[in-house]
């Protein structure tokens, strides 16, 4: 397994451009927006009389960050794998093609904490955003999140049968989650109807929690609860739907 890991971590860092792109994005736009737009370094009180850049930008960051390694980078590599034989090659050995898709989760794991510890760090020097307030229930929701986000990059890698069709599914899905997370229209501002939906997907429990945690809140109860139910829903379904070839 450690060999399988150390492999795979060097692949991920010879495609530097995906990384750079999976890591750096979330953190330009935090940096463009908030130096850029005035409103975002103002208290707002729609978000509870703080600024955007204390808790909604660096947590549609995050979740930004995420989507990205869940619906392009993880399901565009296992497809890959599978279209080049990799997969099937695997399955003839000892080693279980299981501890790819371990090395896998575990690699792109790293990436996002390596990512979502930059745009901590960059909140707090450049706009003295202070960092969350309530650690054990931030972390609880990042690693509950980033499973259940993960498990959906699993489940379109069971889909798609090469890399341009792993492209292809994971923008369709990639690109309602951020909508409903509150990537362009905040949760707050939704209508009722949206919000509901939002409620229900994975992205706006997601980012609603990230959020409540960042200002020292208890996560809420209903929204781990969509989190644990997707994690299960969608790793039941890439178990049964995963093909090594």
């Known amino acids: 397994m450690r060999k399988i890991l150390i492999v795979e971590a060097k692949l991920h860092l010879r495609e530097w451009p995906s990384l750079a792109f999976t890591v750096g994005l979330p953190v330009a736009l935090l940096l463009i927006l908030g130096l850029s737009i005035p409103v975002m370094t103002r208290p707002d009180p729609a978000y509870g009389g703080e600024r955007p850049v204390d808790t909604q930008m660096p947590a549609m960051m995050i979740l930004l960050a995420l989507l990205t390694l869940s619906c392009s980078v993880l399901p565009g590599v296992l497809a890959a ?9 695997m ?8 501890r790819l898709l371990a ?8 990436v996002g904490v390596v990512s979502t510890a930059l ?25 509950l999140g980033t499973a259940a986000l993960l498990a959906i990059g699993l489940v379109i890698a069971s889909l798609a049968p090469n890399g341009r069709a792993a492209s292809g599914i994971g923008s369709l ?12 229209l905040p949760r707050e501002l939704m209508p ?9 997907s994975l992205s706006g429990p997601f ?8 200002a020292g809140h208890a996560p809420q109860p209903a929204h781990l609860a969509v989190l644990a139910a997707g994690l299960l829903l969608f790793g039941g379904l890439a178990t049964r739907l995963f093909r090594w070839e």
Not at 103 to 110: C, D, F, P, S, T
Request: proline content about 8%; charged content about 15%; overall charge positive.
């Open 81 to 89: 794998y599978r279209e080049q034989g990799v997969l099937r090659r």
């Open 91 to 98: 399955s003839a050995t000892p080693v279980h093609p299981a």
């Open 103 to 110: 090395a896998q989760l575990v690699v792109n794991v790293v």
């Open 119 to 143: 745009l901590i760090t960059l909140a707090l020097l450049v706009f003295d955003a202070r960092p969350p307030a309530s650690w054990p229930g931030f972390v609880l929701v990042f690693l």
């Open 173 to 184: 899905v990639m690109f309602p989650l951020m909508f409903l997370g509150g990537m362009w």
């Open 192 to 200: 009722d109807a949206l919000r509901t939906v939002s409620d229900y």
């Open 207 to 214: 980012a609603q929690a990230l959020r409540d945690t960042w």
